[in-house]
C-alpha cells in the first residue's frame, strides 16, 4: 500500500505566495494615496492659514510683503497666526510665494495632484484649474 503524504506541492505554495505578494501591493499602494492626500489636506489648510495672515498684514501695512524673506520675518508672531506658525518652512520648495507689487500668489506642492494650479508658480498667477499644486491669491 502507499503512505498517504500530507502537504503542500511546491506549485501550491508558490500560488499562494504570488497571491499574497499581490495582494501586499496593492494594499501598499492604496496605503500609500492615503498618506499623501492626508498630506495635501495638511498642505492646503496652511496654505489657507497663511493667506489669512497675509490679509491681516495687509489691513494693518496697506501691502503685501515683497519677498519671500520678508514675508518670513514679517509674519512670523503671534498676531498673525493664533494657533501657532506653520510648520513647514518656505525655503524649501513645498511653499511658493511671489508679489508683483500688487498681488501675491502663494502655492503649495501636492503629493497626490488635484491641486488649482498646474503652472510654473514662480512667474505665473492663477490660469488653470488643474495641477499638482494649490495656489490662492490675495483677496483685496
Known sequence: MLASKKGFTLIELLVVITILSILAMVGMSSFRKSLDRGSDGKTISEIKEIQKALETYYSVN????????????????????????????????????????????????????????????????????????????NLQ
Open 62 to 137: 496697506n501691502s503685501y510683503p515683497a519677498s519671500t524673506a520678508e514675508l518670513i520675518t514679517e509674519l512670523d508672531t503671534a498676531d498673525y497666526f493664533p494657533s501657532g506658525v506653520p510648520k513647514k518652512e518656505f525655503n524649501d520648495s513645498d511653499y511658493t510665494y511671489v508679489y508683483n507689487g500688487g498681488d501675491y500668489l502663494l502655492c503649495g506642492s501636492l503629493k497626490a495632484g488635484g491641486g488649482n494650479y498646474g503652472g510654473d508658480s514662480a512667474t505665473g498667477f492663477l490660469d488653470d484649474n488643474s495641477g499638482d499644486m494649490f495656489c490662492v491669491v
